[in-house]
């Protein structure tokens, strides 16, 4: 495995492999790597011939008083594992190396809309970051096929559309979740719950599954009363709840009655670790889901 720092360095590389007909396939991360990001390497592996990982923790997309500071930077360790794992190349800029001219003065990208509803509420900014720094990263790879966690499905979402509209050429690929045993979400945040606060982390996937049974089971449910009453359980449990929402899933607006293919989202504080997660629900065809 190659490990480089410099956009140019990277570029004459990746040039070389494209030149030589193989294929590229990219997972963009910020380091602290699990066996969910490793999932995304094992799911790169089998789209191309050439897989590039970068590890970057972008300071755009963290608000005031969020964890920039001491997000987990462990390099070394996680360039042991990518090479473990048959990575071709780690990409580990610096900020200085990506945003030359200051965070400030560095052009933003913004997906409207998608961007500013769920975590956009509470984290304004946060996805205008990401999208930045997530097309600057594909500009530099140039990817054949690029691959999201669907941890993070708001996320996944929005750099979809993102690709889309600024014409990428890259295939924007989703990924199933990676779980701990007991059904946790795979994150390198949970490293900030407690060990108490980690045997209730579970309750957060629980309620997002039985709303799931109860939408399946009676579509025409009321689906405001539904999410209140997980985010009452969940608060009771020892959590703060951010949201708890049943939305479309091609594009997380409030459902219609007649539409079908929804998730259920949900972003909820447990002590230091802000948990996302999510299901997806086929709601019963012809049903009347409410939504009042």
Same mark, same amino acid.
């Not at 499905?153 to 509209?165: E, P, R, V």
């Not at 050429?169 to 900030?192: F, H, K, Q, W």
């Not at 985010?231 to 929402?245: R, S, V």
């Given at each position: 495995?190659?490990?480089?720092? +410099?956009?140019?360095?990277?570029?004459?590389?990746?040039?070389?492999?494209?030149?030589?007909?193989?294929?590229?396939?990219?997972?963009?991360?910020?380091?602290?790597?699990?066996?969910?990001?490793?999932?995304?390497?094992?799911?790169?592996? +089998?789209?191309?011939?050439?897989?590039?990982?970068?590890?970057?923790?972008?300071? /755009?997309?963290?608000?005031?008083?969020?964890?920039?500071?001491?997000?987990?930077?462990?390099?070394?360790?996680?360039?042991?594992?990518?090479?473990?794992?048959?990575?071709? /190349?780690?990409?580990?800029?610096? &900020?200085?190396?990506?945003?030359?001219?200051?965070?400030?003065?560095?052009?933003?990208?913004?997906?409207?809309? #998608?961007?500013?509803? /769920?975590?956009?509420?509470?984290?304004?900014?946060?996805?205008?970051?990401?999208?930045?720094?997530?097309? +600057?990263?594909?500009?530099?790879?140039?990817?054949?096929?690029?691959? *999201?966690?669907?941890?993070?499905?708001?996320?996944?979402?929005?750099?979809?559309?993102?690709?889309?509209?600024?014409?990428?050429?890259?295939?924007? %690929?989703?990924?199933?979740?990676?779980?701990?045993?007991?059904?946790?979400? #795979?994150?390198?945040?949970?490293?900030?719950?407690?060990?108490?606060?980690?045997?209730?982390?579970?309750?957060? #996937?629980?309620?997002?599954?039985?709303? +799931?049974? #109860?939408?399946?089971?009676?579509?025409?449910?009321?689906?405001?009363?539904?999410?209140?009453?997980?985010?009452?359980?969940?608060?009771?449990?020892? *959590? %703060?709840?951010?949201?708890?929402?049943?939305?479309?899933?091609?594009?997380?607006?409030?459902?219609?009655?007649?539409?079908?293919?929804?998730?259920?989202?949900?972003?909820?504080?447990?002590?230091?670790?802000?948990?996302?997660?999510?299901?997806?629900?086929?709601? &019963?065809?012809?049903?009347?889901?409410?939504?009042?």
């Amino acid at each position: 495995m190659q490990r480089i720092d +410099k956009i140019k360095a990277a570029r004459l590389l990746l040039a070389s492999w494209r030149q030589a007909g193989d294929r590229i396939a990219f997972v963009p991360t910020m380091g602290d790597l699990h066996a969910g990001h490793l999932s995304l390497v094992q799911e790169a592996r +089998k789209r191309a011939e050439r897989v590039v990982v970068s590890i970057f923790v972008n300071p /755009l997309q963290f608000g005031e008083n969020e964890d920039f500071d001491h997000y987990p930077r462990v390099l070394d360790s996680d360039s042991e594992k990518l090479n473990s794992a048959g990575v071709d /190349l780690l990409f580990s800029p610096t &900020v200085s190396e990506l945003y030359p001219n200051g965070e400030q003065n560095v052009t933003r990208v913004v997906v409207p809309i #998608m961007g500013d509803t /769920l975590c956009g509420v509470s984290r304004p900014g946060h996805f205008s970051g990401v999208a930045t720094v997530v097309s +600057k990263l594909l500009n530099i790879v140039q990817p054949d096929s690029s691959l *999201f966690g669907e941890k993070d499905f708001q996320q996944l979402l929005i750099i979809k559309k993102m690709a889309a509209d600024l014409c990428f050429s890259s295939d924007i %690929i989703g990924v199933p979740t990676c779980r701990e045993v007991d059904g946790l979400a #795979m994150s390198s945040r949970n490293n900030y719950l407690s060990d108490t606060q980690r045997e209730l982390a579970p309750a957060l #996937m629980r309620e997002l599954r039985n709303v +799931k049974k #109860m939408i399946e089971s009676n579509p025409s449910a009321d689906f405001s009363q539904l999410t209140q009453q997980a985010a009452n359980t969940l608060n009771n449990t020892g *959590f %703060i709840t951010d949201y708890f929402e049943i939305r479309r899933s091609a594009d997380l607006a409030k459902p219609n009655r007649d539409d079908q293919e929804l998730v259920v989202i949900a972003a909820a504080w447990l002590g230091k670790a802000r948990l996302i997660d999510n299901v997806r629900v086929n709601a &019963v065809l012809g049903a009347c889901p409410r939504t009042d």
